[in-house]
């Protein structure tokens, strides 16, 4: 299932495709010449066609005309492109090499807290700002260099200051920061390479016209000035160079090695690579396209074609196979790259097994590397002799892994041995910076291995609820997501909206029953529930590569309800396509974390994981510490806010079971005599029964037998069904306190809208949002939700 927000054809306006009718291509005197013997080459072909007719034979061409098919690169269809953006993609390769050498060791940056603080007091709503912004901006303050500051939004709020003792992690983790440093260097080689063997420029002559008009005193900061100065834009053509036109020969060579940079860069990081090409010039569009047309077994060239081939936009499982991975996997079975993009494939395919195996066997063989690099480290730092065997161990391990992986058949199952240890060893200094950037491959086949699972949920779920509705998957009015709310031929109607009664009707009902007996079912729940813990598993492992600094236990002031109506204020302002949402003041309890563009993305999977589970008291500190985290992540100056799909979906349940849930918005023990709790977990002790959670449950439960006091029915039950009864209770309790800010919001906004048209002030309409937040995964999670854990929750109401 492709969500339609994952699909970046239409997000960060890039040039239109020349098969759109507003692709507009200059016609210079050398283009002319071409359209004129292709003029009289098409008059041929029509008088052939005539021939043919007047034979009786059926022409080649019908009359109807065939409908315009919007066809983009498969790279604009990547997931998860949206949180790649930022200022990464226009700043000089030197100055990122430089930050990138700052970010490994931030304590060595020291500037003056005057230069950098507002004044004390002073309201602010953004997060605090790094030392690699700090430096930036200070950089970019003297009249001989130029202002990138300017690049993004206004300088955030000074970087918190932390008990002394603790060590400042990397602002930026060096893994992706080192890959987008390696994107961009590689792709603007690229660029230059493909530039000269299509316009004919030497090296000096690109070099000049780059350093004349690239990088912010020509173009404005554009990277790819060099090849808008001679005429060379998006449509491919080129408008000057020199006068001796290169050979065949030299041509090919020159796009054989922009070809090599190109299939490097996608190695490094294939999102961070598919947005830099979607931002650049179109003269890599066809490039692997021409080197394939030469040499048809060239890998680096079928590897970078497979991201740009065009294809029909929207339909990427329809148009991608993994024959071409599959075959560069049996030639080089040592790349693990070619793993994680044949299982992002497989996940766009809806082939999650595979997927999670591709993943599973490329987590293995980098841990397995990472390893053996440490215990080398290791024995070089003790002064030990060093056995010199490399060639032989890699031969060894090359071959297990040609053999272990080739039949593609071996289960992901429980971790391996040594999975759970996954600790980088500390330097010298006593700090878990490393000395160089990371791989940052294992990071990403965790999180992808994470998505994977949680993905095989929905799809699994949701096919179950359409052979219940006797429906077939097919695609809808505005694209290939069918919701379970717009089923209309379904034999129950599936997930209803606005329905008090909640997402299935009353719990009773002949449609609530029908979805329990199908979705209820202990064997397929407890598979559900398998994907679900191995999701999280998956996720924390990979939250777990990122320092978190806090200068206080608790992020926000006051007890749990507090805690969570703050969060979740904070959250409804941050969320994209919500300007009329007031912040409330920050925390007063700042964290600094090591960002990552994926981290807000797998902080709101763990909790979206931990709703369908059911554990609703796990949920609230989990909710209130990814939202004080999520609001004091800052990417700047290499990355923008990342959009993050799960967010939107989370929030997006709650407004839904708020406002269509009347159980879930009854008042709770909090809401008239609150307890203080002890402070939220960190995130890696979301969902492993940390005990802090205990604490906070044993809490919800004092709380909870407060206000029900049991009645003498309830004492005469067994001990297994009061403590089953008790723990619905705390349950119920946890769920209504997070949806009590959630309905108090919307009764707020619904009474602001009932007073402005009473004074007749109902003129100015909501902004439109043209990309939607949610896709078809929010009422998956309501029809689990009211199918498996809202009918126990109501039974204690």
């Known amino acids: 299932m492709t969500s339609t927000s994952e699909v970046g054809a239409d997000q960060d306006g890039e040039q239109p495709s ?31 066609a005539n021939a043919n007719g007047a034979n009786g034979a059926k022409p080649a061409q019908a009359e109807e005309p065939k409908p315009t098919v919007l066809c983009i690169s498969r790279n604009k269809h990547w997931k998860y492109i949206s949180s790649y953006h930022g200022p990464w993609l226009q700043l000089p390769v030197e100055l990122l090499e430089s930050l990138l050498l700052i970010n490994m060791d931030p304590a ?62 990397p602002p930026i983790d060096p893994g ?30 690109l070099g000049s016209l780059r350093n004349n008009n690239a990088y912010g005193f020509g173009n404005g900061g554009n990277p790819w000035g060099a090849s808008s100065a001679y005429g060379y834009g998006a449509s491919g053509d080129m408008g000057g160079g020199r006068n001796v036109a290169m050979s065949a020969m030299r041509v090919h060579r020159l796009r054989a090695l922009a070809i090599q940079r190109l299939a490097a860069a996608y190695k490094a990081d294939e999102i961070a690579a598919s947005v830099m090409v979607m931002q650049g010039a179109s003269a890599l569009d066809d490039i692997a396209e021409r080197v394939l047309k030469v040499d048809p077994n060239d890998p680096d060239a079928r590897y970078v074609h497979f991201f740009h081939e065009k294809i029909p936009s929207r339909q990427l499982a329809e148009c991608t196979t993994t024959k071409v991975l599959d075959d560069l996997i049996a030639a080089y079975p040592q790349r693990l790259e070619y793993y994680r993009t044949r299982g992002v494939v497989h996940s766009f395919r809806d082939e999650y097994p595979a997927a999670i195996r591709d993943f599973g066997y490329a987590l293995k063989e980098a841990r397995a590397i990472r390893k053996s690099k440490q215990a080398h480290l290791h024995t070089v730092s003790n002064g030990q002799q060093v056995e010199h065997r490399p060639h032989k161990n890699k031969k060894g391990k090359k071959g297990a892994r040609g053999k272990g992986h080739s039949s593609n058949k071996h289960e992901d199952s429980a971790p391996h041995n040594g999975e759970d240890q996954d600790a980088e060893p500390s330097s010298p200094t006593g700090t878990s910076i490393p000395s160089t950037p990371t791989d940052p491959i294992e990071p990403q086949v965790l999180f992808l291995r994470g998505a994977a699972y949680l993905q095989n949920v929905f799809y699994i779920v949701e096919n179950r609820i359409l052979q219940l509705e006797g429906v077939t998957k097919g695609m809808s009015a505005d694209g290939p997501d069918m919701k379970l709310c717009c089923i209309e031929t379904g034999h129950y109607g599936g997930v209803e909206l606005g329905n008090p009664e909640g997402p299935l009707g009353h719990s009773h009902g002949s449609k609530a029953l029908a979805y329990q007996s199908s979705l209820d079912e202990p ?51 941050m969320r994209s396509g919500n300007p009329l949402s007031s912040p409330p003041p920050t925390s007063s309890s700042p964290s600094f974390t090591t960002y990552h563009p994926l981290l807000v993305e797998s902080h709101f999977s763990i909790l979206i994981c931990i709703l369908l589970l059911g554990n609703f008291t796990d949920s609230l500190p989990a909710f209130v510490n990814a939202v004080a985290l999520v609001e004091r992540l800052e990417g700047y100056p290499i990355f923008l806010p990342a959009r993050s799909m799960s967010q939107a979906e989370f929030l997006e349940v709650l407004e839904r079971l708020a406002k269509g849930w009347k159980t879930g918005i009854m008042p709770h023990p909090k809401s008239t005599k609150r307890l203080a709790l002890e402070p939220a977990p960190v995130p890696s002790e979301v969902a492993s029964g940390s005990g802090q959670q205990e604490e906070a449950r044993e809490n919800m439960a004092s709380t909870s037998s407060l206000a029900d006091a049991p009645s003498s029915s309830e004492s005469e039950m067994p001990d297994a069904e009061q403590t089953r009864r008790r723990d619905l209770s705390q349950s119920l309790d946890s769920l209504r306190i997070l949806l009590a800010p959630v309905h108090r919001r919307q009764r707020e906004r619904a009474e602001k809208i009932a007073s402005e048209k009473a004074n007749g002030n109902d003129g100015q309409k909501q902004p439109q949002i043209n990309i939607p937040l949610h896709g078809p995964r929010v009422e998956i999670i309501l029809a689990w939700l009211a199918a498996v854990h809202l009918p126990g929750l109501e039974s204690v109401a």
């Open 523 to 573: 064997r397929f729940k407890e598979q559900i529930f398998t994907y679900l813990r191995k999701s999280v598993r998956d996720h924390e492992r990979f939250l777990s590569h990122f320092k978190t600094l806090e200068s206080s236990p608790q992020p926000f002031p006051g007890d749990i309800a507090t805690q969570v109506e703050h969060a979740f204020l904070l959250s409804d302002a």
């Open 176 to 205: 992706v920061f080192a890959s987008v440093t390696t994107v961009r260097r590689l792709i603007d080689e690229a660029s230059d390479l493909a530039v000269r063997a299509a316009s004919g420029l030497s090296a000096a002559a």
């Open 108 to 169: 060595s940056i020291t500037i003056t807290e005057s230069k950098l603080s507002p004044p004390l007091g002073s309201p602010t709503t953004q997060a605090p700002s790094s030392p690699l912004s700090s430096l930036l901006r200070l950089k970019g303050s003297g009249s001989n260099n130029p202002d990138y500051s300017q690049t993004t939004d206004p300088p955030p709020s000074p970087f918190p200051l932390f008990k002394s003792g603790q060590p400042i992690p």
């Open 18 to 48: 020349p098969t759109t009718p507003d692709a507009t291509v200059p016609e210079p005197e050398t283009l002319k010449k071409k359209k004129k013997k292709k003029s009289k080459k098409n008059g041929a072909n029509k008088a052939l």
